[in-house]
């Protein structure tokens, strides 16, 4: 038994608002049905996201009945689930018409019985749920559930002889690993299956359950920069990492191996430098390095402000499409030195000439100097025998010393 494994093909999705990015998109699953059609595969399954968004325009729409009538065509039947993106709120959805034109065969549950030469329906609860059929072999899957649904349909996701699981979810343990996204299950939550047929995830990634697969082939064409075919860092030096692949999976008994496909190069370029001038020396440096059909996202951090236009255009000249991002870095501003004799007063300065010499003797004195310095209380005393009048006048005068000493205070903690 040999099978095709797509997900997440986005047919229409027009990217940074191109329209010929939709072409694009489109003729990488054309050739990644080319290919599995050329692997003689017995069957095909679509899981999730055959379209960017769930009403389809006609171009779109035509260029999936294109795709999938070759596989019709050479005798291979399609089991397909919605992805999030391919959902609607109305009871029908662009897949039902496919369905209709006997392209491809919609698993997961449904209102009414659904029965056919490669599907079957089995009655849970007060609905059906839809399977494939190949052989010995049934293919179960239904459409992107919230994670609290899943927990009310996944135990209806059963199966008695072999199996392969269809859905459309990130699984907790491999989107943990180094993928920044939310997930919706975990592993222990999913039923028994010979293979793990997945998608949602973009780029290609495996995991072994005991000797099972759990497969996400990643989408069959660049949908970010995270997917891109190559990363450039320029900081203090260039520094140049291989990117993602894309394509699809052939599944032989339940083993997958993954196919390359060709498609357009994106690249994430990262630029960092102090100077303006260096940006754009450094930026036509990484521009000669890369082919002229690509698409280029790049990231820009200078301290100076750039020409964003001039970089722009500098791109456009190379490259058929280009995204500039532009962020100024933080400078930290650093206050001029302030000598010692324009910070403190004479009072100060010799408390500081004490302090420096350290020891437990000068430590003494410097607490002396402070109270014979500030000596409120004691000359309070002194006066009590004068007049309540002069007394509130002596007290109020070291009131506006208390004053002035806080403010010397905070003065000195500024200057430390």
């Not at 939709?22 to 699953?29: L, S, V």
């Not at 993602?244 to 690249?267: A, H, M, Q, S, W």
């Amino acid at each position: 038994m040999k099978f095709a494994h797509f997900a997440d093909v986005h047919l229409g999705y027009e990217q940074y608002n191109l329209p010929w990015r939709a072409e694009d998109f489109a003729n990488a699953f054309k050739n990644a049905v080319k290919i599995a059609i050329s692997e003689k595969v017995d069957f095909a399954i679509i899981a999730g996201d055959l379209f960017h968004r769930s009403v389809p325009n006609p171009k779109t729409l035509n260029d999936a009945i294109e795709a999938l009538s070759a596989l019709k065509e050479n005798e291979i039947p399609v089991f397909a689930i919605e992805g999030n993106h391919d959902k609607s709120i109305r009871e029908m959805s662009a897949y039902n018409l496919l369905e209709n034109l006997g392209l491809l065969n919609v698993l997961g549950l449904r209102k009414e019985r659904i029965e056919g030469d490669n599907v079957t329906s089995v009655r849970v609860e007060n609905v059906y749920l839809v399977k494939g059929v190949y052989k010995d072999v049934e293919i179960i899957g239904d459409k992107h559930r919230t994670r609290w649904q899943l927990e009310k349909v996944l135990p209806l996701m059963k199966s008695d002889g072999k199996s392969i699981l269809v859905l459309h979810q990130a699984v907790k343990e491999v989107v943990d690993v180094d993928l920044e996204m939310g997930w919706d299950l975990t592993i222990d939550q999913l039923p028994e299956a010979d293979y793990y047929a997945f998608g949602h995830v973009h780029l290609h990634r495996e995991k072994k359950i005991g000797e099972r697969y759990l497969v996400y082939p990643g989408s069959t064409e660049r949908y970010d920069s995270r997917e891109a075919s190559s990363f450039f860092f320029y900081g203090e030096k260039l520094e140049k990492r291989e990117g993602e692949r894309k394509g699809f999976c052939i599944v032989e008994n339940f083993k997958p191996r993954f196919v390359e496909i060709e498609t357009r190069d994106l690249y994430a370029i990262s630029i960092d430098s102090e100077k303006k001038v260096e940006v754009e020396k450094k930026f036509l440096e990484v521009l000669h390095m890369i082919k002229s059909s690509a698409i280029a996202v790049v990231k820009i951090i200078c301290s100076e402000t750039i020409d964003s236009k001039k970089i722009l255009e500098m791109a456009l000249n190379r490259l058929k499409h280009a995204e500039i991002n532009f962020k100024r870095r933080e400078v930290e501003t650093i206050s001029k030195f302030v000598s010692e004799n324009e910070f403190f007063n004479e009072f100060e300065m010799k408390l500081l000439e004490i302090l420096r010499e350290g020891g437990d003797v000068n430590i003494k004195s410097a607490i002396e100097l402070v109270k014979e310095h500030f000596s409120i209380e004691s000359e309070a005393k002194a006066v009590e025998a004068k007049t309540i009048e002069g007394k509130e006048e002596l007290v109020q005068e070291r009131r506006e010393e208390r004053k002035e000493v806080k403010k010397r205070v905070k003065t000195l903690l500024d200057f430390v």
